[in-house]
């Protein structure tokens, strides 16, 4: 069975530091990579996608791929209290299937 | 642009009913749309796929006669719970295939 796994957390940050979630996966021929933000009670909010190894940085968040080590990680950096919620991982396996992680929930504490 | 609404946003129903939600493509002609389940503090779990003008597919574990889902038209796909019970309070959001957002969500809580 195709698994996308996070740490559920809650993962308790400083304001202004750095939060790191991770992601990894179990579909090696999976295609792309996707980090939604959800806050309580709302529709997760897509912040990035990914689909080559690497870094990507989109302002305060970077997103990083390892494919041989069937990874994905998020970097927000400057932590803002406003950045609490709960971090949603999707993967786009080899049949095109988006399939979710269970979430982590960051918690930036002032 | 690609933006999906869902109608209504919230919705509290007595036990045994049905209840009907909306999921509408607002800018563009939706061909298929995904309609997804989501209990407290749990992950998106795909209930369905909906194919306009064809019947839907529904993931393992679903009642098709229960979630009955209608696409009649580019733009619109419903999602009805019929006989409502309790278990099925929770927040129902749909997508599009191949738009990366979600619809804001159906809170519906059933007494």
């Known amino acids: 069975q195709k698994e996308v796994e996070q740490n559920s957390g809650p993962l308790s940050v400083p304001e202004g530091a750095i939060a790191s979630l991770n992601c990894t996966y179990s579909?090696?021929?999976?295609?792309?990579f996707f980090w939604y933000r959800q806050y309580s009670g709302k529709s997760p909010e897509l912040i990035m996608f990914?689909?080559s190894n690497g870094d990507k940085e989109d302002g305060r968040f970077t997103a990083q791929l390892n494919k041989a080590s069937q990874y994905v990680s998020l970097l927000i950096r400057d932590s803002q209290p406003s950045d609490s919620a709960t971090y949603l991982c999707?993967?786009?396996?080899?049949?095109?299937?988006?399939?979710w992680g269970a979430g982590t929930k960051l918690i930036i504490k002032p | 642009g690609a933006v999906v609404s869902q109608h209504p946003s919230w919705v509290i129903c007595k036990s045994g009913t049905s209840v009907k939600i909306e999921c509408r493509s607002l800018d563009f002609q939706a061909t298929t749309m995904f309609w997804y389940r989501q209990f407290p503090k749990q992950s998106l779990m795909l209930m369905a796929t909906?194919?306009?003008?064809?019947?839907?597919?529904?993931e393992q574990g679903v009642e098709k006669d229960k979630f009955l889902i209608n696409h009649a038209s580019l733009t619109l796909s419903t999602l009805t719970v019929t006989s409502a019970h309790p278990e099925d309070s929770s927040f129902y959001i749909c997508?599009?295939?191949?738009?990366?957002?979600f619809g804001p969500g159906t809170r519906l809580t059933v007494t």
């Open positions: 997508s599009a295939k191949g738009q990366p957002h």
């Open positions: 579909d090696r021929g999976s295609q792309s």
């Open positions: 990914i689909y």
């Open positions: 999707a993967v786009k396996d080899s049949n095109y299937q988006l399939i």
């Open positions: 909906s194919n306009e003008g064809s019947k839907a597919t529904y």
